[in-house]
Protein backbone atom coordinates (compact mmCIF):
# COMPACT_ATOMS: atom_id res chain seq x y z
CA UNK A 1 0.00 0.00 0.00
CA UNK A 2 2.80 2.47 1.01
CA UNK A 3 4.07 1.92 -2.51
CA UNK A 4 1.18 2.15 -4.57
CA UNK A 5 0.84 5.43 -2.24
CA UNK A 6 4.05 6.94 -3.26
CA UNK A 7 3.26 6.38 -6.89
CA UNK A 8 0.05 7.65 -6.89
CA UNK A 9 1.73 11.03 -5.31
CA UNK A 10 4.50 10.69 -8.10
CA UNK A 11 2.25 10.68 -10.85
CA UNK A 12 0.10 14.18 -9.13
CA UNK A 13 3.65 15.92 -9.62
CA UNK A 14 5.04 14.69 -13.14
CA UNK A 15 1.06 15.85 -14.65
CA UNK A 16 1.93 19.20 -12.83
CA UNK A 17 -0.04 21.36 -10.84
CA UNK A 18 -3.38 22.07 -12.26
CA UNK A 19 -4.64 25.48 -12.68
CA UNK A 20 -7.62 25.92 -11.00
CA UNK A 21 -9.78 28.03 -12.82
CA UNK A 22 -13.97 28.87 -13.48
CA UNK A 23 -14.98 26.48 -16.47
CA UNK A 24 -17.36 28.28 -18.75
CA UNK A 25 -18.52 25.38 -20.97
CA UNK A 26 -20.97 27.36 -23.01
CA UNK A 27 -17.34 29.43 -23.66
CA UNK A 28 -15.77 26.26 -24.09
CA UNK A 29 -18.21 25.14 -27.35
CA UNK A 30 -17.03 28.26 -29.09
CA UNK A 31 -13.20 27.80 -28.88
CA UNK A 32 -13.37 24.13 -29.90
CA UNK A 33 -13.12 25.07 -33.49
CA UNK A 34 -9.68 23.52 -33.79
CA UNK A 35 -10.51 20.38 -32.07
CA UNK A 36 -13.48 19.26 -34.08
CA UNK A 37 -11.42 18.79 -37.11
CA UNK A 38 -10.03 15.76 -35.70
CA UNK A 39 -11.79 14.93 -32.04
CA UNK A 40 -15.13 15.82 -33.67
CA UNK A 41 -15.30 12.74 -36.28
CA UNK A 42 -16.03 9.04 -35.58
CA UNK A 43 -13.17 6.90 -36.46
CA UNK A 44 -10.88 9.47 -37.65
CA UNK A 45 -7.55 8.42 -38.01
CA UNK A 46 -4.23 10.64 -37.53
CA UNK A 47 -0.78 9.07 -39.27
CA UNK A 48 1.87 10.94 -36.74
CA UNK A 49 3.57 8.89 -35.53
CA UNK A 50 2.13 5.74 -36.74
CA UNK A 51 -1.65 5.09 -37.69
CA UNK A 52 -4.11 5.32 -34.86
CA UNK A 53 -7.52 6.71 -33.73
CA UNK A 54 -7.16 9.74 -31.90
CA UNK A 55 -8.38 9.63 -29.02
CA UNK A 56 -12.32 10.20 -27.53
CA UNK A 57 -12.22 13.36 -25.71
CA UNK A 58 -16.16 13.39 -24.82
CA UNK A 59 -16.88 12.52 -21.38
CA UNK A 60 -13.08 12.32 -20.31
CA UNK A 61 -11.96 14.26 -17.18
CA UNK A 62 -11.75 18.29 -17.43
CA UNK A 63 -8.70 18.44 -15.07
CA UNK A 64 -7.23 15.22 -17.24
CA UNK A 65 -7.56 17.12 -20.37
CA UNK A 66 -6.45 20.46 -19.20
CA UNK A 67 -3.50 18.94 -17.97
CA UNK A 68 -2.72 17.05 -21.20
CA UNK A 69 -2.88 20.50 -22.99
CA UNK A 70 -0.55 21.88 -19.89
CA UNK A 71 2.08 19.26 -21.24
CA UNK A 72 1.77 19.68 -24.87
CA UNK A 73 2.42 23.51 -24.95
CA UNK A 74 5.04 23.14 -22.04
CA UNK A 75 6.74 20.03 -24.53
CA UNK A 76 6.22 17.31 -21.70
CA UNK A 77 4.38 15.88 -24.68
CA UNK A 78 5.61 16.29 -27.81
CA UNK A 79 3.62 16.27 -30.75
CA UNK A 80 4.21 19.51 -33.10
CA UNK A 81 0.25 19.55 -34.31
CA UNK A 82 -0.35 19.36 -30.64
CA UNK A 83 1.66 22.01 -29.44
CA UNK A 84 0.80 24.13 -31.89
CA UNK A 85 -3.15 24.09 -30.88
CA UNK A 86 -2.11 24.42 -26.84
CA UNK A 87 0.34 26.82 -27.29
CA UNK A 88 -2.51 29.19 -28.84
CA UNK A 89 -5.01 28.96 -26.23
CA UNK A 90 -4.69 30.16 -22.51
CA UNK A 91 -5.41 28.76 -19.09
CA UNK A 92 -9.18 30.06 -19.50
CA UNK A 93 -9.78 28.65 -23.22
CA UNK A 94 -8.07 25.22 -21.66
CA UNK A 95 -10.04 25.06 -19.10
CA UNK A 96 -13.50 25.90 -20.73
CA UNK A 97 -12.25 23.11 -23.48
CA UNK A 98 -12.09 21.21 -21.10
CA UNK A 99 -15.72 21.88 -19.48
CA UNK A 100 -17.40 21.42 -22.48
CA UNK A 101 -15.84 18.14 -23.18
CA UNK A 102 -16.35 16.90 -20.04
CA UNK A 103 -20.14 17.40 -20.60
CA UNK A 104 -20.25 16.44 -23.83
CA UNK A 105 -20.84 12.56 -24.06
CA UNK A 106 -23.68 11.78 -21.39
CA UNK A 107 -23.39 7.35 -21.00
CA UNK A 108 -23.79 5.49 -18.51
CA UNK A 109 -21.21 5.18 -15.89
CA UNK A 110 -19.06 2.43 -16.10
CA UNK A 111 -20.12 -0.62 -13.63
CA UNK A 112 -17.35 -1.01 -11.18
CA UNK A 113 -17.45 -5.32 -12.27
CA UNK A 114 -16.19 -5.73 -15.66
CA UNK A 115 -15.19 -8.49 -17.95
CA UNK A 116 -11.46 -9.94 -16.46
CA UNK A 117 -8.56 -9.84 -18.24
CA UNK A 118 -7.13 -13.10 -19.65
CA UNK A 119 -4.65 -14.46 -17.31
CA UNK A 120 -1.64 -13.25 -19.25
CA UNK A 121 -2.95 -9.53 -19.44
CA UNK A 122 -3.71 -9.56 -15.99
CA UNK A 123 -0.23 -10.31 -14.93
CA UNK A 124 1.05 -7.40 -16.95
CA UNK A 125 -1.67 -5.37 -15.26
CA UNK A 126 -0.49 -6.89 -11.54
CA UNK A 127 3.09 -5.96 -12.71
CA UNK A 128 1.99 -2.45 -14.05
CA UNK A 129 0.20 -1.57 -10.82
CA UNK A 130 -2.32 -0.24 -13.58
CA UNK A 131 -5.20 -0.43 -11.55
CA UNK A 132 -4.06 1.56 -8.34
CA UNK A 133 -4.26 5.08 -10.28
CA UNK A 134 -6.64 4.47 -13.09
CA UNK A 135 -9.34 2.46 -10.91
CA UNK A 136 -10.39 -1.31 -11.21
CA UNK A 137 -12.54 -0.57 -13.54
CA UNK A 138 -9.82 1.76 -15.72
CA UNK A 139 -12.86 4.92 -15.95
CA UNK A 140 -12.16 5.75 -11.99
CA UNK A 141 -8.79 6.97 -11.67
CA UNK A 142 -7.64 8.20 -8.31
CA UNK A 143 -7.19 11.40 -8.92
CA UNK A 144 -9.22 13.74 -12.04
CA UNK A 145 -5.91 14.35 -13.58
CA UNK A 146 -5.53 10.93 -14.68
CA UNK A 147 -7.26 10.12 -17.28
CA UNK A 148 -10.53 7.71 -18.22
CA UNK A 149 -8.72 4.56 -19.98
CA UNK A 150 -11.69 2.39 -20.30
CA UNK A 151 -12.79 1.68 -23.98
CA UNK A 152 -10.74 4.43 -25.51
CA UNK A 153 -8.96 3.50 -28.88
CA UNK A 154 -6.99 0.72 -28.31
CA UNK A 155 -4.64 1.76 -30.84
CA UNK A 156 -4.09 4.90 -29.84
CA UNK A 157 -3.47 4.05 -25.88
CA UNK A 158 -0.89 1.53 -27.77
CA UNK A 159 0.56 4.98 -29.14
CA UNK A 160 0.40 6.65 -25.75
CA UNK A 161 1.67 3.66 -24.20
CA UNK A 162 4.74 3.32 -26.28
CA UNK A 163 5.66 6.56 -26.39
CA UNK A 164 6.56 7.61 -22.53
CA UNK A 165 9.65 4.87 -23.66
CA UNK A 166 10.48 7.38 -26.48
CA UNK A 167 13.66 9.29 -25.62
CA UNK A 168 15.72 12.02 -27.46
CA UNK A 169 13.28 12.56 -30.02
CA UNK A 170 11.88 15.89 -30.29
CA UNK A 171 8.46 15.31 -31.90
CA UNK A 172 7.64 12.01 -30.31
CA UNK A 173 7.69 10.98 -26.52
CA UNK A 174 5.86 11.89 -23.50
CA UNK A 175 7.76 13.26 -19.55
CA UNK A 176 6.41 11.13 -17.45
CA UNK A 177 8.99 9.44 -14.87
CA UNK A 178 6.81 7.10 -13.40
CA UNK A 179 4.45 5.94 -16.30
CA UNK A 180 8.36 5.74 -18.27
CA UNK A 181 9.56 3.47 -15.87
CA UNK A 182 6.28 1.04 -15.49
CA UNK A 183 5.90 0.97 -19.43
CA UNK A 184 9.64 0.11 -19.80
CA UNK A 185 9.04 -3.15 -18.26
CA UNK A 186 7.30 -3.94 -20.93
CA UNK A 187 7.66 -5.11 -24.76
CA UNK A 188 5.57 -2.89 -27.53
CA UNK A 189 3.91 -6.35 -27.72
CA UNK A 190 2.71 -6.36 -24.01
CA UNK A 191 1.72 -2.95 -24.09
CA UNK A 192 -0.79 -4.08 -27.19
CA UNK A 193 -2.10 -6.61 -25.25
CA UNK A 194 -2.77 -4.35 -22.41
CA UNK A 195 -4.34 -1.73 -24.60
CA UNK A 196 -6.66 -4.30 -26.40
CA UNK A 197 -7.80 -4.92 -23.32
CA UNK A 198 -8.59 -1.96 -21.66
CA UNK A 199 -10.20 -0.94 -25.23
CA UNK A 200 -12.27 -3.47 -25.35
CA UNK A 201 -14.43 -2.25 -21.72
CA UNK A 202 -17.54 -0.35 -21.56
CA UNK A 203 -16.50 2.58 -21.68
CA UNK A 204 -17.62 6.63 -20.60
CA UNK A 205 -15.98 7.70 -23.96
CA UNK A 206 -17.04 9.04 -27.14
CA UNK A 207 -16.87 10.90 -30.29
CA UNK A 208 -19.73 13.17 -30.87
CA UNK A 209 -19.69 14.12 -34.75
CA UNK A 210 -19.75 17.71 -35.27
CA UNK A 211 -19.26 19.94 -38.22
CA UNK A 212 -16.67 22.20 -39.10
CA UNK A 213 -20.00 24.28 -40.21
CA UNK A 214 -22.34 24.87 -37.19
Known amino acids: MKKLLQISLALATAFGAFTVQAQDVNAGQKKIAMCIGCHGIPGYQASFPEVHKVPMI????AKYIVSALQAYAKGDRKHPTMRGIATS???QDMNDIAAYYEQQAKLPAVPESIPPAPANVAEL???GACVSC???NFSKPIDPTYPKL?????DYLAVALKSYKTEKNGNVG???GVMAGQV???TNAELKAIAAYVGSL????????QGKFR
Open 174 to 176: RSN
Open 134 to 136: HGA
Open 125 to 127: LTK
Open 184 to 186: KQF
Open 150 to 154: AGQHA
Open 58 to 61: AGQN
Open 202 to 209: PTELATVP
Open 89 to 91: LSE
